[in-house]
């Protein structure tokens, strides 16, 4: 992806943040979705004091404090900032635009799509993990979305070198380990001895992990091992029972990022997305986009064995989402965003809420992953993902309802980070 020159948009990020002019707001009149898959609140009032949750409940029964500047949004949808619990961030090292505007830019992409916080389940770990511990001195997020970071994606060919890479990341100060099983069948990342000294590691480094993956019986023997996160679907065939039973019973997190999958192949032809005044709002992405859809670019795609391979996979990924849900087991919004060219950061997320409905899910359990369930896999929780008090006033503010069409987020008018507008 290519980006602004000049000021970029990180300059432009700051210059789009609006003023607050009282310590509390009070948003007054809309349905409010909290996050927790609790019913929404009709006729609400959520209360925001110093950038923090202070109430949030009916009109009736809250209490506005005096001096508070109100927002009457009746009629409107509010609901928590969206987390994505698997992105990336990535710069050119080549181009003459320095690394941190571009990490900024990202952020502030995000930002704009109400992705108010991202996980980067890869990055390169000494830039964004300067501009996450940057953002986190700052009274209020400077028009970009909450970082968290992994350093470089791990794997290794023996159980040392697999401690040594995870020690090395860790030195970085990331947030969270994350390996990549690859390679043919009898590759050693591959073998429980190098992954699961690797996620022993992570352990003892007071770090959790998490892992990329493809097959029920990798997932098995990363679940055996410890695995705290599974940060995409299992797609070679039916999960099990047992295998649900034991991820539900460890609590491990699960990922589906089926518009990774998605990504893969369906620029073979010119996707709708590509119409949607939701995605062609964006500057950003006009350029990549332009290139994908090259009648050569478009040729590759449906020629390559490994696009064509993936169809029954997602397929397979949605089913599985299905079979996990429903069993209980802690699911979050993730996408992979950020990565090749094609995977748009920002909307993006929405198009995966989307797919997961069509998966099956009700938009209220997609809402959830995307917002508190999301938060509270990858452990933050206790500061985002729900609109309750004391949480940070990350909040959006739609159009439309999103339980009655999960496509109505598309419908977003206003994104308030640390109770701070983004104009």
């Known amino acids: 992806m290519r980006f602004l020159s000049g000021l970029g948009l990180w300059a432009l990020s700051l210059l789009a943040i609006a003023p607050v002019h009282a310590e509390t707001t009070a948003f007054t009149g809309a349905r409010v979705i909290d996050g927790t898959g609790r019913a929404p609140i009709a006729n609400g009032v959520v209360v925001v004091t110093d950038g923090k949750i202070t109430a949030v409940g009916t009109r009736a029964r809250t ?6 500047t109100r927002i009457d949004v009746t009629g409107k949808t509010i609901m928590p900032g969206i ?3 698997h992105g990336h961030l990535f710069f050119d090292a080549k181009s003459a635009i320095p690394p941190r505007t571009q990490l900024a830019d990202q952020l502030a992409l995000y930002a704009r799509y109400g992705i108010t916080t991202v996980y980067s389940l890869g990055d390169d770990g000494v830039e964004t993990v300067k501009l996450r511990d940057e953002l986190r001195t700052a009274p209020f997020g400077p028009g970009m979305a909450r970082l968290y970071v992994s350093g470089p994606v791990l794997t290794a060919t023996s159980p040392d070198e697999g401690r040594a890479a995870v020690r090395a990341n860790a030195a970085l100060g990331v947030d969270i380990i ?5 390679g ?5 990342i591959r073998t429980p001895a190098v992954y699961g000294a690797m996620i022993e590691q992570a352990h003892v480094d007071k770090l959790r992990i998490a892992a990329h993956m493809f097959t029920a019986d990798e997932t098995r023997g ?25 991820i539900k019973a460890k609590g491990v997190g699960y990922i589906p990022t089926l518009t990774r999958d998605l990504s893969v192949f369906v620029y073979e032809s010119t996707p709708d997305f590509v119409t949607d005044p939701f995605f062609t709002r964006e500057e950003a992405y006009r350029l990549p986009l332009a290139a994908l859809l090259e009648p050569e670019a478009q040729a590759r795609v449906k020629a390559s064995a490994a696009a064509q391979a993936i169809k029954p996979a997602l397929d397979q990924a949605r089913r599985n989402l299905k079979l996990l849900s429903d069993a209980g087991v802690a699911i979050a919004m993730g996408t992979d965003t950020g990565a090749p060219t ?9 198009l995966e809420m989307q797919m997961m409905v069509e998966a099956g899910l009700t938009p209220m359990k997609v809402l959830v992953a995307a917002t508190g369930g999301a ?5 933050i929780d206790d500061m985002v993902g729900t609109l309750r008090p004391g949480r940070q006033a990350d909040l959006l503010v739609l159009g439309a309802n999103p339980l009655a069409d ?3 987020t598309h419908s977003l008018e206003q994104v308030w980070i640390a109770g701070r507008k983004l104009d």
């Not at 938060?375 to 452990?379: C, D, E, L, T, W």
């Open 184 to 188: 043919p069948p009898d590759a050693p």
């Open 375 to 379: 938060a509270k896999v990858m452990r």
């Open 342 to 350: 094609g995977r748009w950061q920002g909307y993006f997320e929405h």
């Open 63 to 68: 209490a506005i404090p005096a001096g508070a």
């Open 406 to 408: 999960i496509r109505n």
């Open 222 to 246: 990363l679940v055996d091992a410890g695995v705290d996160i599974l940060a995409h679907s299992i797609r070679d065939r039916d999960v099990d029972p047992a295998l649900i039973a034991e």
């Open 83 to 85: 987390v994505n619990a």
């Open 178 to 182: 994350k390996i990549r099983l690859e």
